[in-house]
T-cell receptor, first 111, second 114 residues
Framework: GENVEQHPSTLSVQEGDSAVIKCTYS??????FPWYKQELGKRPQLIID?????GEKKDQRIAVTLNKTAKHFSLHITETQPEDSAVYFCAASRNFNKFYFGSGTKLNVKP | DAGVIQSPRHEVTEMGQEVTLRCKPISGHNSLFWYRQTMMRGLELLIY????????DSGMPEDRFSAKMPNASFSTLKIQPSEPRDSAVYFC????????????FGSGTQLSVL
């Protein structure tokens, strides 16, 4: 099966700085990579996703990059704000069936 | 649409008791997933259904766990008998399926087995 590894487990940045979270996956057939944000006590919510036929996708302050050859993908948050503080999960899926999640990154944005 | 609806939000029970968690997927969604979240193991896929049929239950930890989806708008996850190590947050999620991949999560059930 797929194995998704996520780093770092915790990340602390100053407000306004950028944050980068990285994930690697093992199954070269995985073709869909979503990112979820989970605030304390709440449900994971999709913030951005990318398919394997695209190398980069951007949505305002959030961007995701995918390197299929190296089997890794990253989440980039620019101009971080305190409300970005949460746990972020990456995931990988083959043909949108089973979703395998990374272990999560706790992001703390210090005002 | 109200999104994926789970009940109860919190469940406290004693070891050995039967626990039933419920989920109503988003109307029109064909795929339903049950996940368990713990600090140690993160988000684990337990089972998923497509068009009410269980497709993969390889993540179900033991025979004490069972899941059903009698119709397109309802699913249950049952633990019998429950054990303290089952304590976790259980999420239900649904997606349209058929190549439409976005996964939507319910609010989760916080289960505590004493």
């Amino acid at each position: 099966g797929e194995n998704v590894e996520q780093h770092p487990s915790t990340l602390s940045v100053q407000e306004g700085d950028s944050a980068v979270i990285k994930c690697t996956y093992s199954d070269s057939a995985s073709n869909y990579f979503p990112w979820y944000k989970q605030e304390l006590g709440k449900r994971p919510q999709l913030i951005i996703d990318i398919r394997s036929n695209v190398g980069e996708k951007k949505d305002q302050r959030i961007a995701v990059t995918l390197n299929k050859t190296a089997k890794h993908f990253s989440l980039h948050i620019t101009e971080t704000q305190p409300e970005d503080s949460a746990v972020y999960f990456c995931a990988a899926s083959r043909n949108f069936n089973k979703f395998y999640f990374g272990s999560g990154t706790k992001l703390n944005v210090k005002p | 649409d109200a999104g994926v609806i789970q009940s109860p939000r919190h469940e406290v029970t004693e070891m050995g008791q039967e626990v039933t968690l419920r989920c109503k997927p988003i109307s029109g969604h064909n795929s339903l997933f049950w996940y368990r979240q713990t600090m140690m193991r993160g988000l684990e896929l337990l089972i998923y259904f497509n068009n009410n049929v269980p497709i993969d239950d390889s993540g179900m930890p033991e025979d004490r766990f069972s899941a059903k989806m009698p119709n397109a708008s309802f699913s249950t996850l049952k633990i019998q008998p429950s054990e303290p190590r089952d304590s976790a947050v259980y999420f239900c999620a649904s997606s349209l399926g058929a190549g439409n991949e976005k996964l939507f999560f319910g609010s989760g059930t916080q289960l505590s087995v004493l």
